[in-house]
């Protein structure tokens, strides 16, 4: 597999170094699934259930919280990202491998893991299929940015009491209702943008579908999800929907 370099050269091939490695791909599951599973593993333990809808938008908060790392990285190493850019596509030329899954198959030292610019080649084979984020002055950078400063802690009050039940259920709907319905329309905007601005027509229908379409319709489908718990929470005043 190949070793992550922050350069601008190819990555080599794992040269026997002893430094501890694992592939980008396996970090991000894992780091998904501890998040998650803590979550859904708390609320067995304080209320003895196991709810679907409360698994499902664990998973989801999970997912966001990484992202919003990612997000932020996206902030930080903007100007690096657009020479990235640069590096990925050729590369894509010279290997006929797609970048995003060359990008989870290398592997990363684990002194490394928390690293700006290496999260911020998320983005630059994103930007293979959506050119917007190697370019600051689009909707689709400036979203993703904001939403990676603005919803970790909404996130994660939404998590505790979703898991834990630690506020009333009339505060966690309502707060629930701004996060999830700014999702659900910064998202559908997004892909307006996308199809306006005609960045499908360099894709593939796999690619547009894959990469565009799948990537980012959690943001729509789990956001109408949540939207649904936070306003029966606002009626109910109580926490039955996940399962209380």
């Known amino acids: ?16 170094r002893t430094i501890l490695t694992v592939p980008v791909g396996l970090l991000s599951s894992l780091v998904i ?46 100007d690096y990202i657009e020479a990235r850019t640069d590096y990925w596509r ?22 490394r893991v928390l690293s700006p610019t290496l999260w911020a080649d ?6 293979q299929y959506d050119g917007s984020y190697a370019d600051r002055r689009t909707f689709g950078y400036n979203a993703d940015v904001a939403n990676g400063f603005v919803t970790p802690v909404p996130t994660l009050i939404l998590y505790a009491a979703y898991t834990i039940n630690f506020l009333p259920a009339l505060f966690a709907g309502i707060i629930g209702v701004m996060l999830f319905w700014q999702w659900t329309y910064v998202t559908s905007v997004y892909f307006i943008s996308f199809f306006v601005a005609k960045r499908h027509a360099r894709l593939s229908r796999r690619e547009l579908y894959f990469y565009i379409c799948a990537f980012n319709s959690p943001w729509v489908l789990c956001a109408l999800l949540g939207l649904y718990v936070s306003i029966r929470l606002i009626v109910d005043g109580n926490y039955t929907v996940l399962g209380s």
Not at 10 to 16: H, N
Not at 90 to 111: N, W
């Open 1 to 16: 597999m190949p070793e992550y370099r922050d350069d601008l050269t190819l990555p080599e091939r794992d040269s026997g």
């Open 33 to 78: 699934a501890i998040l998650a599973l803590s979550g859904i593993g708390t609320r067995y333990y304080i209320h003895g259930d196991l709810n679907l809808i409360h698994s499902l938008l664990s998973l989801f908060f999970s997912v966001n919280l990484l992202i919003c790392y990612w997000e932020a990285c996206l902030f930080l190493r903007r």
């Open 90 to 111: 050729e590369r894509r030329r010279e290997t006929g491998r797609t970048p995003i899954g060359d990008f989870l198959v290398t592997r990363v030292a684990l002194t």
């Open 122 to 127: 998320v983005w630059a084979t994103y930007s």
